[in-house]
């Protein structure tokens, strides 16, 4: 009873804790896939990593205030060790919309000690946001999540963050990530959105005023404006460079100035996704808010959709099976029992009480039948009734359930006459990707699930 009571006052700690920070957990289900972002935050430990979280949550309009790693009020470091430390010990996933997209958004760990955590999230991501600290470019630990990005062929797109610095040299920073990471930097947005044409006004004399800065429109013929066409002439050459099809594009315009600006981000989507190059933004995500918005921009126009990596060569050999997902964490709560983190491949899940279709551990051939599906806002859960294709969710309830397991939804009393069996089928650079093979087994003839 004891034990029931706390459970109980806990959550309603929770609830009343995310009520008063305004966290929106209700968000639209959105079903094309071209609209939905998974993304992961990497960096060295102390780069800025869950501030920026912060902001982004604050800039889409999910959170009403931002939350500060030295007050313990962040929403993503939500055990008791991480606020009092201010470090991220296990990754946590949160949702947000902009611009009509949907990003679930992973924090992952910054420290070394950590880093298998990392992987674990990186395995079922489709792109990354690399945080550096301006002060001090690549770092030992950026080294190591870069390589794991690297391993799953994950897009980056990188935030050089604390700018305003008393000791910052984007050069240097930008050098680095050219030299150690061997990654061509697009210069994207340096305080001058080249793109769109603007400005970010920004002074350290103002810098503890978190909204005192904003993007204005830059002025004809100033001298603001020949440093901006200056950067955008630099990204058409450097894709002209990398990209003949570009190359071929703009031969049709004399003067650089009038190529389309959706041209540009065309070309720049396509190469960051065949990870040519990396768009780069800047900024102080604690005390310049504003200057997170081209984060936001970047991973909307640029970072891959579910359908634009290499999971399109995963592959289920049956019919029977309209969905599947990956268990890609496993975790605990007081009130839920083992919660397990599963990321969609293919079709929709249900509840197994509005569904024509049962859930299977692939494993096992274990049926679940008293599942529950959430909506994970860091260690808030909301329910819901169904989760869609491309998304990242939290099932509870699940019986035999580990790391990597499959899932699979399957026709609701469908005869079959093989064996579910699992394999993961290595690709070059890419082992995440997976084969479900039937094998016919006759004595296994006529099974029903």
Not at 439 to 444: E, I, R, V
Request: aromatic content about 8%.
């Amino acid at each position: 009873m004891a034990l029931m009571f706390y459970s109980s006052l806990f959550l309603v700690k929770r609830v009343n804790y995310y009520s008063k920070r305004g966290l929106k957990t209700r968000l639209p289900l959105i079903s094309e896939l071209n609209k939905i972002r998974n993304i992961g935050i990497i960096a060295h430990i102390d780069s800025g990593k869950t501030t920026l979280t912060e902001q982004l949550l604050y800039q889409t309009g999910s959170t009403q205030s931002v939350g500060l790693v030295d007050e313990g009020s962040t929403i993503t470091d939500f055990m008791e060790i991480e606020r009092e430390r201010g470090i991220t010990i296990q990754s946590a996933s949160i949702s947000s919309l902009w611009k009509n997209h949907r990003i679930n958004l992973i924090d992952t760990p910054g420290h070394v000690d950590f880093t298998v955590e990392v992987e674990r999230s990186l395995r079922v991501l489709d792109g990354v946001v690399t945080v550096l600290d301006a002060s001090a470019g690549v770092q030992a630990q950026t080294l190591t999540v870069w390589r794991q990005a690297n391993k799953f062929s994950l897009p980056s797109i990188f935030f050089v963050n604390k700018m305003d610095k008393p000791c910052v040299d984007l050069s240097f920073c930008v050098a680095s990530i050219e030299e150690r990471l061997n990654v061509k930097d697009g210069h994207l947005e340096v305080f001058i959105d080249v793109l769109n044409n603007l400005f970010l006004k920004f002074t350290r004399e103002n810098r503890l005023q978190n909204n005192s800065s904003e993007w204005i429109q830059i002025e004809k013929n100033s001298q603001i404006e020949q440093i901006s066409f200056s950067g955008f002439e630099d990204i058409c050459l450097n894709l002209a460079d990398i990209d003949s099809e570009f190359e071929k594009e703009i031969i049709k315009y004399p003067n650089l100035r009038n190529i389309p600006k959706e041209m540009v981000i065309k070309a720049l989507r396509r190469n960051l996704i065949s990870r040519k190059l990396s768009p780069l933004a800047c900024g102080s995500a604690l005390h310049c808010s504003l200057s997170v918005l081209p984060v936001l921009d970047m991973i909307v126009d640029f970072l891959s959709n579910p359908t634009e990596n290499d999971y399109k060569n995963n592959k289920i050999d049956d019919e029977i099976i309209e969905s599947c997902g990956i268990v890609f964490k496993v975790s605990h709560d007081t009130k839920e029992g083992q919660l397990n983190y599963v990321r969609l491949f293919k079709g929709d899940i249900e509840l197994p009480s509005v569904s024509k279709y049962t859930l299977i551990n692939a494993n096992t051939d274990e049926r679940q039948n008293n599942y529950k599906i959430f909506t994970p806002f860091s260690d808030y859960l909301q329910p819901i009734d169904k989760v869609k294709n491309g998304n990242i969710a939290v099932f509870t309830g699940l019986n035999n359930t580990k790391l990597g397991i499959l899932l699979l939804f399957v026709i609701l009393h469908a005869k079959i006459n093989h064996l579910l069996v699992l394999h993961w089928k290595v690709l070059i650079h890419h082992p995440r990707c997976f084969h479900v093979q039937l094998n016919h087994q006759p004595w296994l003839v006529n099974r029903n699930f």
